[in-house]
């Protein structure tokens, strides 16, 4: 039974490896992204605080926290794949 466990694991191991490395690339190319629209959110908040605009302050302030939010998302699946990845590649040693 276990043999036949082995050989339907096998062929998910590539695809699951292709998927943690795309979560990798996500990673590195987002957190740049994110990086400078924070910047430019913290800009327009400044801007906001100086000119009084409170209600536009707080939605700049809910796109910081959605995109933080999103890119949390991002790393936790990418961990959990690497995860399933290692616990399929230990399924197939013993």
């Known amino acids: ?11 998910l191991m590539p695809f699951i ?3 943690s490395l795309l979560g990798n690339l996500l990673i590195n190319i987002s957190s740049y992204v994110i990086g400078f629209f924070l910047l430019v959110l913290t ?8 000119n009084g605009k409170w209600t536009e302050l707080a939605i700049l302030a809910g796109m910081a926290v959605a995109s933080f939010f999103a890119l949390y998302i991002i790393v936790t699946l990418t961990d959990k ?7 399929f590649g230990e399924f197939l040693r013993t």
């Open 81 to 87: 794949i690497k995860a399933i990845n290692r616990r």
């Open 17 to 19: 490896a292709i998927l």
């Open 43 to 50: 800009g327009c908040g400044i801007f906001c605080v100086v």
């Open 1 to 11: 039974m276990k043999m036949i466990l082995k050989i339907f694991v096998l062929p």
